[in-house]
DNA sequence: CAGTGAGCGAGCTTCCGCTTGACTT
């Protein structure tokens, strides 16, 4: 047996770090945390300078008592978790866990997993800080105080389950608030002025020159006062001007950016991007994926040195090292890289590939030489007008680290691609091929997609690397925010073209303001929030995270006391909760608003966000006649909805017609629009629309369901009497038995499967108790 | 399960940050 015992909290990390220590030790993993607040109750003591109590984490039970057996056996227990707040704290509380001794038991830290890392950290072992340990304690207390007194609020005043806590309903703040500059934004029009010109060198050769006019105009009139002007003007060179320019490449990957650019160049999303880079992990090809750090391990320096020098030459390679400018980062590993530089391609799925491929060349590319570029600016003046055209070009002299990557940025609206411009200079006259005023809409605010608000967060201090996935799903679930493609609008807009003299007006059409997999609030998201901005606003700012991070800092250099520091801070909280709570009025709702009336009835026509989630009414209140009411679908807002929408609303449910001497209804109902036929209900497909669908399409909603329920049934067994049936289900053949279902083997042919096969896969799915079965819980 | 637009019946929901499996009805 061996002496040592060595816990870290990655099983991968543990098994990479078994290689580099030898026979002598054991090495292995907590799996992150394992004790924490209880998950029910608040498991604070208030009355007792907020003691908080820890158990052992549920699913850790195993965890822990195979880490005592181990630590028993062990002559020395070295605890190498991460070397950062919360590491500290799994550092104590294995400890007290494992009966350890705090004040003796070695603590060792390593922010990189090479040899040498380890091998100094063996030689250099402390003991556990508990400052670093009490920083942590205050930042879990704060977050179960703010998370567990705020949402039981929420549950009172708008609407149960929901959640609120300090990073989630800040993240559901940045949307909303970003929706209601979208929704204030002034929409308008400008004219963009762009220009063809040709221009014939002392050679006798002819260049096309592309150029942009410096102003822009407002209005369709004063473009066509300037494309006037410019039909009987002379175009000559004002000035060129000519400068070197550099670019550098961008900081290997850390979790923020890796998500970022995964979403922008391969269109994955942050959980998909995560759950791509664990299995690069688990299978040794990549460094540990949730970190926020940009650093490279001197042997990683040296590596990508050697394939830079070796494949580009050696005036391609630049060592640079980077310094990570998010706010309260922990650096606790290394950058995002391949763990092995010489490794071009990977085996795996085709996206597996892809995403190594983005992390092999940002991390190789970080380390080459800046890009070096002329670029050239012409001024072009117009006769008889102050206004000049601007004609840019652009040499790479030396492509440095573009010849391996490019980041992409979120907005890549910049278009052209600036190339070489002739040798112009000062004087020189140029004659117009064609100019064109382009009728452009104004730009409003951008929506997040999921990876921009997670940017956002990160440059807020908000989340960590290994939270910012998960709480994009939280927002989701709550029904906060929704992710979604929005089809966008048909334009239409206006082009002045001046071809010689000539000039004309045409009209063109496109689709504009479309939107994919962008993320948009719901109505409960925007009433939230505004409940949590005007009854708490110190905890909805955007810089409550990092001034409470301050706080955690002073706690972790021993300069202030974690109980004293939750103190002043829960007091004015505390109150706020009560103050809230014993507000008059019911429940939290949004002001009503008139949007129109009723042509029909004649009657006021209103938009809330009631008890029952956001709604349009006709009428009043206190009508003698009750109102109307109506639910609003998922993608429409009360803010925002026009009442030619919301009339809509009303038109469901409707009769489309008779079949079969029945009438076929169509609606919208919790899950989704529908055909009811003879009390049965068929869901419609994604490409029905309930308002237009026909008759016939229903029809064939219909008869498609009857055949599903006829192809249900695989076969009944005859032993006990057709109580054990093969079904044919959503997710393929499946057996039923008194309401438990139980899955098919692969491998097993369901239409030949004999009585003993069943009575085997029921006894063997059924002694594995460990989760209950499917419940029914049904709702009244 | 397939709208509702209260007023007596239960008990639950929830935070953030560390980490991986178990397991899809």
């Not at 592309?210 to 369709?220: G, H, M, N, Q, V």
């Given at each position: 047996m061996a002496d040592n015992l060595v816990i870290v909290e990655s099983p991968a990390k543990a098994k990479t770090i078994e290689k580099f220590l030898g026979k002598d030790y054991v090495v292995t993993s907590s799996r992150g945390h394992i004790r924490d607040l209880p998950k029910k109750g608040l498991g604070v003591d208030i009355e007792h300078d907020f003691m908080p109590s820890y158990v052992i984490s549920s699913d850790k039970n195993a965890i822990v008592s195979e880490l005592?057996?181990?630590?028993?056996?062990?002559?020395?227990?070295?605890?190498?978790?991460?070397?950062?707040?919360?590491?500290?704290?799994?550092?104590?509380?294995?400890?007290?866990?494992?009966?350890?001794d705090t004040a003796t038991?070695?603590?060792?830290?390593?922010?990189?997993?090479?040899?040498?890392?380890?091998?100094?950290?063996?030689?250099?072992?402390?003991?556990?800080?508990?400052?670093?340990?009490?920083?942590?304690?205050?930042?879990?207390?704060l977050d179960r105080l703010v998370g567990f007194e705020l949402s039981p609020l929420l549950w009172r005043k708008v609407k149960p389950s929901l959640s609120a806590g300090r990073v989630q309903s800040v993240a559901v703040r940045?949307?909303?608030?970003r929706e209601r500059e979208i929704i204030n934004f002034k929409r308008g029009d400008y004219f963009r002025v762009t220009a063809v010109f040709s221009f014939t060198d002392d050679k006798g050769r002819t260049h096309k020159i592309k150029a942009e006019l410096s102003d822009r105009f407002d209005t369709e009139e004063e473009a066509k006062n300037f494309l006037n002007i410019c039909s009987k003007a002379r175009f000559s060179v004002g000035s060129v001007e000519t400068k070197p320019g550099r670019r550098?490449?961008?900081?290997?990957?850390?979790?923020?950016?890796?998500?970022?650019?995964?979403?922008?160049?391969?269109g994955f999303s942050v959980l998909q991007t995560m759950a791509l880079a664990q299995r690069l992990y688990e299978a040794g090809l990549i460094t540990y994926m949730r970190t926020d750090s940009v650093n490279l391990s001197v042997e990683a320096l040296g590596a990508i040195k050697d394939v830079v020098t070796a494949d580009y030459g050696k005036e391609y390679h630049k060592q640079r090292n980077y310094k990570t400018k998010s706010k309260g980062a922990q650096e606790a590993h290394e950058a995002i890289r391949p763990s092995y530089i010489d490794k071009r391609e990977i085996n795996g799925t085709q996206q597996e590939k892809r995403l190594y491929e983005l992390i092999w060349k940002r991390a190789v590319a970080s380390q080459m030489a800046d890009a070096v570029m002329e670029r050239t600016v012409a001024d072009i003046d117009v006769s008889g007008s102050d206004k000049h055209f601007v004609a840019k070009g652009e040499v790479v002299k030396f492509d440095g680290y573009l010849k391996l990557y490019q980041e992409s940025s979120d907005d890549d609206e910049s278009g052209e691609q600036s190339s070489l411009l002739p040798p112009l200079k000062q004087g020189d006259t140029l004659t117009h091929t064609v100019i064109e005023a382009t009728q452009r809409p104004r730009q409003r605010p951008p929506r997040y997609s999921e990876a921009s608000l997670v940017k956002h967060l990160?440059?807020?201090?908000?989340?960590?690397?290994?939270?910012?996935?998960?709480?994009?799903?939280?927002?989701?679930?709550?029904?906060?925010?929704?992710?979604?493609?929005?089809p966008g609008v048909k334009r239409t807009y206006l082009k002045l073209v001046l071809t010689g003299n000539k000039g004309e007006r045409k009209t063109f059409e496109e689709n504009f303001g479309s939107e994919k997999?962008?993320?948009?609030?719901?109505?409960?998201?925007?009433?939230?929030?505004?409940y949590l901005s005007s009854h708490f606003p110190a905890i909805l700012d955007y810089s409550f995270t990092a001034k409470v991070e301050e706080e955690f800092d002073h706690i972790a250099e021993g300069k202030l006391s974690w109980q004293q520091m939750i103190t002043s801070f829960y007091a004015p909280f505390h109150k706020g909760v009560e103050s809230a709570g014993s507000e008059e009025g019911g429940y939290a709702s949004s002001q009503q608003r008139l949007i129109g009336v009723d042509p029909k009835s004649g009657k006021n026509v209103y938009t809330r966000v009631g008890r029952f989630g956001p709604m349009v009414q006709i009428g009043e209140n206190d009508d003698k006649e009750k109102p109307r009411y109506a639910s609003l679908r998922s993608d429409q807002l009360t803010s925002t909805i026009t009442?030619?929408?919301?009339?809509k609303l009303f038109e469901l449910p409707r009769t489309l017609g008779q079949y079969e001497g029945k009438d076929v209804v169509v609606g919208v109902g919790r899950f989704g629009p529908y055909v009811r036929f003879d009390s049965k209900f068929v869901s419609l497909g994604k490409e029905d629309n309930p308002y237009s669908i026909t008759v016939e399409r229903a029809i064939e909603l219909i008869e498609e369901k009857r055949r599903q329920e006829r192809e249900k049934l695989i076969k009944a067994f005859d032993e006990d009497g057709g109580k054990t049936q093969l079904l044919n289900g959503r997710y393929g053949p499946y057996i039923t038995r008194d309401k438990v279902n139980y899955k098919i083997p692969k491998g097993t042919d369901p239409a030949t499967m004999t009585w003993e096969k069943v009575e085997e896969i029921i006894a063997s799915q059924s002694d594995t108790e460990t989760k209950p079965k499917r419940k029914y819980t049904r709702k009244k």
């Amino acid at each position: 047996m061996a002496d040592n015992l060595v816990i870290v909290e990655s099983p991968a990390k543990a098994k990479t770090i078994e290689k580099f220590l030898g026979k002598d030790y054991v090495v292995t993993s907590s799996r992150g945390h394992i004790r924490d607040l209880p998950k029910k109750g608040l498991g604070v003591d208030i009355e007792h300078d907020f003691m908080p109590s820890y158990v052992i984490s549920s699913d850790k039970n195993a965890i822990v008592s195979e880490l005592r057996s181990l630590a028993k056996k062990a002559k020395t227990v070295w605890l190498a978790s991460d070397e950062d707040r919360e590491g500290e704290a799994i550092a104590w509380h294995l400890s007290e866990a494992l009966g350890l001794d705090t004040a003796t038991t070695k603590r060792i830290v390593f922010h990189e997993i090479t040899k040498n890392a380890i091998l100094k950290a063996i030689e250099t072992p402390r003991t556990v800080n508990m400052n670093l340990v009490n920083a942590q304690q205050a930042r879990r207390i704060l977050d179960r105080l703010v998370g567990f007194e705020l949402s039981p609020l929420l549950w009172r005043k708008v609407k149960p389950s929901l959640s609120a806590g300090r990073v989630q309903s800040v993240a559901v703040r940045l949307i909303v608030d970003r929706e209601r500059e979208i929704i204030n934004f002034k929409r308008g029009d400008y004219f963009r002025v762009t220009a063809v010109f040709s221009f014939t060198d002392d050679k006798g050769r002819t260049h096309k020159i592309k150029a942009e006019l410096s102003d822009r105009f407002d209005t369709e009139e004063e473009a066509k006062n300037f494309l006037n002007i410019c039909s009987k003007a002379r175009f000559s060179v004002g000035s060129v001007e000519t400068k070197p320019g550099r670019r550098s490449p961008a900081a290997p990957f850390t979790t923020s950016t890796l998500q970022q650019e995964a979403s922008r160049k391969l269109g994955f999303s942050v959980l998909q991007t995560m759950a791509l880079a664990q299995r690069l992990y688990e299978a040794g090809l990549i460094t540990y994926m949730r970190t926020d750090s940009v650093n490279l391990s001197v042997e990683a320096l040296g590596a990508i040195k050697d394939v830079v020098t070796a494949d580009y030459g050696k005036e391609y390679h630049k060592q640079r090292n980077y310094k990570t400018k998010s706010k309260g980062a922990q650096e606790a590993h290394e950058a995002i890289r391949p763990s092995y530089i010489d490794k071009r391609e990977i085996n795996g799925t085709q996206q597996e590939k892809r995403l190594y491929e983005l992390i092999w060349k940002r991390a190789v590319a970080s380390q080459m030489a800046d890009a070096v570029m002329e670029r050239t600016v012409a001024d072009i003046d117009v006769s008889g007008s102050d206004k000049h055209f601007v004609a840019k070009g652009e040499v790479v002299k030396f492509d440095g680290y573009l010849k391996l990557y490019q980041e992409s940025s979120d907005d890549d609206e910049s278009g052209e691609q600036s190339s070489l411009l002739p040798p112009l200079k000062q004087g020189d006259t140029l004659t117009h091929t064609v100019i064109e005023a382009t009728q452009r809409p104004r730009q409003r605010p951008p929506r997040y997609s999921e990876a921009s608000l997670v940017k956002h967060l990160e440059e807020l201090g908000i989340g960590r690397p290994s939270t910012y996935a998960p709480t994009i799903s939280t927002i989701i679930n709550r029904g906060y925010i929704l992710k979604e493609d929005r089809p966008g609008v048909k334009r239409t807009y206006l082009k002045l073209v001046l071809t010689g003299n000539k000039g004309e007006r045409k009209t063109f059409e496109e689709n504009f303001g479309s939107e994919k997999a962008k993320l948009f609030p719901t109505d409960i998201g925007m009433l939230v929030t505004d409940y949590l901005s005007s009854h708490f606003p110190a905890i909805l700012d955007y810089s409550f995270t990092a001034k409470v991070e301050e706080e955690f800092d002073h706690i972790a250099e021993g300069k202030l006391s974690w109980q004293q520091m939750i103190t002043s801070f829960y007091a004015p909280f505390h109150k706020g909760v009560e103050s809230a709570g014993s507000e008059e009025g019911g429940y939290a709702s949004s002001q009503q608003r008139l949007i129109g009336v009723d042509p029909k009835s004649g009657k006021n026509v209103y938009t809330r966000v009631g008890r029952f989630g956001p709604m349009v009414q006709i009428g009043e209140n206190d009508d003698k006649e009750k109102p109307r009411y109506a639910s609003l679908r998922s993608d429409q807002l009360t803010s925002t909805i026009t009442l030619d929408e919301a009339l809509k609303l009303f038109e469901l449910p409707r009769t489309l017609g008779q079949y079969e001497g029945k009438d076929v209804v169509v609606g919208v109902g919790r899950f989704g629009p529908y055909v009811r036929f003879d009390s049965k209900f068929v869901s419609l497909g994604k490409e029905d629309n309930p308002y237009s669908i026909t008759v016939e399409r229903a029809i064939e909603l219909i008869e498609e369901k009857r055949r599903q329920e006829r192809e249900k049934l695989i076969k009944a067994f005859d032993e006990d009497g057709g109580k054990t049936q093969l079904l044919n289900g959503r997710y393929g053949p499946y057996i039923t038995r008194d309401k438990v279902n139980y899955k098919i083997p692969k491998g097993t042919d369901p239409a030949t499967m004999t009585w003993e096969k069943v009575e085997e896969i029921i006894a063997s799915q059924s002694d594995t108790e460990t989760k209950p079965k499917r419940k029914y819980t049904r709702k009244k």
